[in-house]
C-alpha cells in the first residue's frame, strides 16, 4: 500500500482551528472580556419561514406511504432545477434545468470537479483566494500557478498573455477580499481561456451579495462563457444554508473537448459516485428560490449588507484602507501598523476581543491584510467597530 504522498504537502494547521484555539486560550486567559466574532466565513441568521415550512411539509410527505420518496435523481429533482433556471433568469442568464446539477454544497464540486481533468494540467490559482482550490489540486499532484491580487490591481487581477494555463478558478464576489469582477473585466478571462481552450472553474458563492451595476452575478452574462466556463453556486451564504447543505453546479452542454462533453462527463461522475441531495433539503431550497422566500431571504442579506456599510464606514473614518463590503459580506483591510496579519490578529484579539482572519491565511499576497466578516448580529459589529476606533485612532 502506498498513500497518496501529495498529502503531505498540505500545510499541517488549517488556519479557522488555528483561530479557534487562539480564541479560546483569550477566553481562559480574560474570562470576564467579551469575544466578538467576525472571523469565520458562516452565516447567523436562521433560515427563512418559507424554508421551514416546505421542509415540514416533505417530513410529513416522507411519512405517509403513499408520498413516500426513496432516492432521487442524482442531478436533483427537476422542481427545484427549474426554480433555479428562474432565478438565473431574474438577472439575465439563460441556462436550461439540464446542464443544473443539485449537490450539498459548492464546496464538494469545487472538489469533485477535479475527477474530469487529467492530472497533467496546469492550474491558475487567485492569491489571495478561498484555500479549497489550491488543497484539492495540491491533493492530485496538479501543478499550481498564482497570480498575484494586491492593492494595485484592487485584488482583481487580470489575465496575462505571458502565463499559460489549463484550468482558471475565479471566485467573484472574493473570498477574501470582497472584490468582484464587471461584466466587462469577466469578458476578458472569458476570451483568454478561450484562446486556450482552458476551462473557468467560476465561483459564484457570493453572486446575491452583488448590487453594484455592471458587477457580475454569473460568468454566463459574457457571450461565449458557455463554451469555456463551469459555475458554482450554493444556497449557503444566499440563504443561509450552510448547516443544511445545498448548492448547485452549471455545466453547459455547449462546453466540449475534443468532442468530449464536460457536462455529460460530470453527469457521469455523479451518477457513478453520488446519489442526490435529500428530498426535505431540496424542497426547503425550492421555497427559499420561491417568490415569498425570495423576499424573506433580501431581509437576511441586507441586515448583512448594513453590517458590511457599518465596518466600511468605521474603516474609513479611521483612514485604514479597505475594499470590498460593497458586493460582497467581506470587508478585507490593510492591518494598521501590521505588516504581519497574524501577528495583528493577536494585538487586536488581545486589545479589544475582535476576531478577525489573518489575509494570510488566504495566500502569500494576503499577508498584511485582514479580513472582516458581516456574518455577525449588529450589536457585535456595532461594538467591535466601537472598540476597534478606540484603539486605532
Ligand atoms: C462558503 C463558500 C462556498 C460555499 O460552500 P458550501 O459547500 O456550498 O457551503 C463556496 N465558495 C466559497 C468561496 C465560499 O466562501
Redesign the pocket.
Known amino acids: 500500500m502506498k498513500i497518496n504522498e501529495n498529502y503531505t504537502l498540505l500545510q499541517e494547521n488549517y488556519l479557522f482551528s488555528e483561530i479557534a484555539r487562539k480564541v479560546k486560550s483569550f477566553s481562559e486567559k480574560y474570562p470576564d472580556r467579551e469575544v466578538l466574532k467576525m472571523g469565520i466565513?458562516d452565516v447567523t441568521l436562521p433560515l427563512a419561514p418559507a424554508v421551514i415550512e416546505a421542509m415540514r411539509s416533505a417530513v410529513e410527505e416522507m411519512g405517509k406511504a403513499e408520498t413516500f420518496r426513496g432516492y432521487g435523481p442524482e442531478q436533483g429533482y427537476m422542481f427545484l432545477r427549474e426554480r433555479i433556471c428562474n432565478y438565473y433568469r431574474s438577472f439575465g442568464v439563460y441556462v436550461d434545468a439540464d446542464e443544473i446539477f443539485v449537490s450539498d454544497?459548492?464546496?464538494?464540486d469545487?472538489g469533485n470537479i477535479l475527477d474530469l481533468f487529467d492530472k497533467d494540467n496546469t492550474v491558475l490559482i487567485p492569491d489571495p483566494v478561498?484555500p479549497v482550490y489550491a488543497d484539492t489540486n495540491k491533493m492530485a499532484g496538479r501543478k499550481i500557478i498564482y497570480i498575484a491580487a494586491t492593492q494595485s490591481n484592487g485584488f482583481l487581477p487580470m489575465p496575462s498573455e505571458k502565463t499559460d494555463a489549463d484550468i482558471i478558478y475565479l471566485?467573484s464576489p472574493n473570498?477574501p477580499t470582497g472584490a468582484a469582477y464587471s461584466t466587462e473585466q469577466l469578458k476578458e478571462w472569458v476570451r483568454y481561456a478561450r484562446e486556450r481552450d482552458a476551462v473557468i472553474l467560476y465561483?459564484a458563492?457570493y453572486e446575491s451579495f452583488v448590487e453594484e451595476k455592471g458587477i457580475a452575478r454569473s460568468i454566463y452574462l459574457v457571450e461565449g462563457a458557455k463554451e469555456c466556463a463551469i459555475e458554482?453556486c450554493?444556497f449557503?451564504?444566499t440563504a443561509g444554508f450552510?448547516g443544511l447543505r445545498c448548492?448547485y453546479t452549471v455545466v453547459p452542454f455547449a462546453l466540449k473537448r475534443k468532442g468530449v462533453s464536460l457536462r455529460n462527463m460530470w453527469l457521469r461522475r455523479q451518477t457513478t459516485k453520488f446519489n442526490g441531495v435529500s428530498y426535505i433539503v431540496q424542497r426547503g431550497a425550492e421555497a427559499a428560490f420561491s417568490d415569498e422566500g425570495l423576499k424573506q431571504i433580501a431581509k437576511n442579506l441586507l441586515v448583512y449588507r448594513k453590517n458590511a456599510k457599518i465596518i466600511c464606514e468605521a474603516l474609513r473614518k479611521l483612514g485604514i484602507w479597505y475594499t470590498g463590503g460593497e458586493n460582497s459580506p467581506y470587508v478585507w483591510l490593510k492591518c494598521p501598523n501590521f505588516s504581519d496579519s497574524f501577528l495583528f490578529f493577536d494585538e487586536l484579539l488581545e486589545k479589544t476581543g475582535v476576531v478577525g482572519t489573518p489575509g494570510g491565511g488566504f495566500g502569500q499576497n494576503g499577508e498584511g491584510f485582514f479580513r472582516l466578516t458581516a456574518f455577525a448580529d449588529r450589536k457585535t459589529v456595532q461594538k467591535a467597530m466601537e472598540k476597534f476606533a478606540k484603539v486605532f485612532s
Not at 454544497?105 to 464538494?108: E, H, L, W
Open positions: 466565513g454544497g459548492a464546496k464538494s469545487l478561498y471566485c473570498n465561483d458563492a458554482f450554493s449557503s451564504k450552510t448548492g
